[in-house]
C-alpha cells in the first residue's frame, strides 16, 4: 500500500513539473495579454499578472502537496517493511 501512495505522489509531482514547465514557456507578452503596436491596457495586464501569480502559488502548493504524499507513501512502506522483519526475526528466535 505503502508503494501505491508513494507512486501516486511521484505521479502528482509529475503532473505539477508538466503544469509548470507549460506555464513557463509562454512568452511574458502573451501571458500578460500585451499585443505589439497597441497601447497597454494596465487593468488588463494588472489582471493578467494576478492570475499568474495565483497559479504559481497553485503549483507551489501542487508540489508541496504531492512531495508530503510520496513522503507518506515512503514511511508506510518503510513501516510495513519493518514489521515484516520484526515478525521473522521473531519467528526464527521463537524456534531456536
Known amino acids: ?4 501512495v508513494f507512486l501516486g505522489g511521484i ?3 509529475l503532473v505539477t513539473f508538466r503544469l509548470a514547465y ?3 514557456t509562454v512568452s511574458p507578452d ?8 497597441q497601447t497597454l491596457d494596465v487593468a ?3 489582471r ?6 495565483l497559479r504559481v502559488l497553485l503549483l507551489i502548493v501542487m508540489g508541496l502537496m504531492s512531495s508530503m504524499i510520496a513522503n507518506r507513501g515512503i514511511k508506510l512502506y ?8 520484526a515478525e521473522a526475526s521473531h519467528a526464527v528466535g ?3
Do not use: P
Not at 1 to 4: A, E, K, R, W, Y
Not at 48 to 53: E, H
Not at 78 to 85: F, G, K, S, T, V
Open 94 to 96: 521463537h524456534e531456536i
Open 1 to 4: 500500500m505503502g508503494l501505491l
Open 78 to 85: 518503510a513501516e510495513c517493511l519493518a514489521r515484516r522483519l
Open 22 to 24: 507549460d506555464m513557463f
Open 11 to 13: 505521479a502528482l509531482l
Open 44 to 46: 488588463l495586464a494588472g
Open 30 to 37: 502573451q501571458a500578460l495579454h500585451l499585443e505589439k503596436g
Open 48 to 53: 493578467s499578472f494576478g492570475v499568474l501569480i
